[in-house]
């Protein structure tokens, strides 16, 4: 069951994002503390998250100012995120976790909503018209988004796809790059915090480690296959 829900985790990860919401409530079921269980979900996923950019490297290409925008701030998040997670502790954890898991889940309800709107909006013309303005919006909202990634995660995909529509970018595939490297970043830093911590179940990890790359190259490889408009329609 763990490896399915990684497998799953990484194939919705590499197109959108919500992947969290099938292997956390997996890992809590299968009997982990609430803290546990988040930081053991963050280290399997991201080999997944590296797997899934891999294979849209080559959307990426030329894109390294805006890259930067996402990077840095995701690492500075997902680090003090993870913390944050670590010190509030299993208790409180548990009790929030609920409402984590429904926020996310209206989230990837909203992702359609969220796109339109980010369409309607835009204001900012892509990153080459108002390079400094577009590049600062980016760096800021994405340091919002990365503070909550590393400390619960679902959702972080379907709000940075929203943030990159903001910008003007229209085309899915690169979008899905931009956005996996900056989840790698987020849950890297994060994955590598909750370690110093000594809050993951490393054999359950390894196996489903396995899982989510498998499921990331795959939906990696698939999206390109299907095209942006039914990768779209998948998002949806």
């Known amino acids: 069951m763990l490896f399915g829900a990684a497998f799953l985790a990484g194939v919705v990860n590499s197109m959108a994002g919500g992947g969290t919401l099938l292997t956390f409530p997996a890992l809590l079921s299968a009997g982990l503390p609430a803290v546990t269980a988040n930081a053991t979900s963050t280290v399997a996923l991201v080999p997944g998250s590296f797997s899934a950019f891999w294979g849209y490297r080559g959307e990426v290409q030329g894109e390294g100012r805006l890259l930067t925008a996402m990077a840095v701030p995701s ?66 909202f994405q340091l919002l988004v990365a503070l909550y990634g590393g400390f619960f995660g679902a ?26 490297i900056a989840a790698v970043c987020i849950n890297g830093l994060a994955a590598l915090t909750f370690a110093a911590c000594g809050r993951v179940n490393w054999p359950i990890a390894s196996f489903m480690i396995v899982g989510g790359v498998a499921g990331g190259y795959t939906g990696a490889g698939l999206a390109q296959r299907l095209g942006q408009q039914m990768v779209r329609r998948f998002i949806v």
């Open 75 to 140: 690492l500075m998040g997902g680090t003090l995120g993870a913390l944050a997670a670590d010190r509030v502790g299993d208790a409180l954890f548990a009790k929030l976790a609920p409402l984590l898991v429904l926020g996310a889940t209206v989230l990837f309800m909203a992702q359609e909503p969220l796109r339109r709107w980010s369409r309607q909006v835009s204001g900012f013309g892509g990153v080459g018209g108002r390079e400094r303005r577009a590049l600062g919006a980016i760096a800021g």
């Open 155 to 180: 959702g972080i995909g379907i709000l940075m796809l929203a943030s990159l529509g903001l910008l003007g970018l229209r085309d899915i595939h690169r979008m899905n790059g931009l956005k996996n």
